[in-house]
């Protein structure tokens, strides 16, 4: 039997293994399930071969699937447009990106303005009554 593929799901309890693998003589694929130490790659490997549980090889590819495909870029004010470019901003002091539509922004901003407009107005009531 070949190792085609191997699956690890890593929590603080302990390590999931699910292997992929041919059968030399048939090419048949087929998938296992079964705990792992998390230490030994070869040897996880080897055990979940021979002691796993029997797993849906659709499954275990369509997992594989969802694991490696890129995160889908969006805008980070969860708009639905798509005619507009994203762009990155880095924020300096925490190193986060913020990816958004400069006309998402824009919005945002002028929200904030007008917020902080009523708030000086309030403020300055305050003050002169
Ligand atoms: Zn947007």
């Given at each position: 039997m070949k190792v085609i593929e191997t699956l690890w799901f890593t929590n603080r309890d302990g390590c999931i293994g699910i292997v992929v693998v041919e059968e030399d003589v048939t090419g048949d694929r087929k998938a296992y399930i079964g705990p792992a130490s998390g230490h030994n790659e070869k040897a996880d490997t080897e055990q979940i071969m021979a002691w796993g549980n029997k797993f849906s090889l659709d499954t275990a590819l369509r997992l594989r699937h969802l694991l490696t495909e890129k995160k889908e870029k969006k805008c980070d004010f969860n708009c639905?447009?798509?005619d507009e470019p994203l762009i990155a901003f880095g924020?300096?002091?925490?190193?986060d990106t913020w990816l958004c539509h400069l006309s998402c922004l824009r919005e945002h901003l002028e929200m904030q303005e007008e917020l902080l407009e009523e708030e000086i107005k309030e403020f300055k009531q305050h003050v002169t009554t």
């Open positions: 639905n447009k798509t924020n300096t002091d925490n190193g």
